[in-house]
């Protein structure tokens, strides 16, 4: 069974930048959408961005258009988030998740996206 791990998670003062990344146990996956969601304790998931590694293509949430970047590592079926001008409200537990097929656009939700990490916290503050 697949399974995905994030890292990267840290502590990063408003303005600054960082790379979260999410590894699969598999590789190399191809037929397979790769999402990341975000959640703060007692608030709904958002979704923040997705990428469909048969051709690369990628979905950014409104709250990550412009600041977020999809980014991949076919040979080591790595997806890395990279965020920049990071902000308070980005704070959160951040989750990679993998669903079969071209899914991005679609809804995170379980199915299809049914392979899940633990989680990297993010944490923006002064």
């Known amino acids: 069974q697949l399974q995905l791990e994030e890292s990267g998670g840290d502590l990063v003062q408003p303005g600054k930048s960082l790379r979260l990344s999410c590894t699969a146990s598999?590789?190399?996956?191809?037929?397979?959408?790769v999402a990341w969601v975000r959640q703060v304790p007692g608030r709904e998931r958002e979704e923040v961005s997705c990428?469909?590694?048969?051709?690369?293509?990628?979905h950014y949430a409104d709250l990550a258009k412009g600041r977020f970047t999809l980014l991949r590592n076919v040979a080591r079926s790595q997806v890395y988030l990279q965020m920049n001008n990071l902000k308070p409200e980005d704070t959160a537990i951040y989750y990679c998740?993998?669903?079969?097929?071209?899914?991005?656009?679609?809804?995170?939700?379980?199915?299809?996206?049914?392979?899940w990490g633990q989680g990297t916290q993010v944490t923006v503050s002064s």
């Open positions: 998740t993998a669903a079969s097929g071209r899914r991005c656009g679609s809804p995170v939700k379980t199915p299809p996206f049914d392979y």
């Open positions: 598999e590789y190399p996956l191809r037929d397979v959408s």
């Open positions: 990428m469909y590694l048969g051709d690369g293509s990628t």
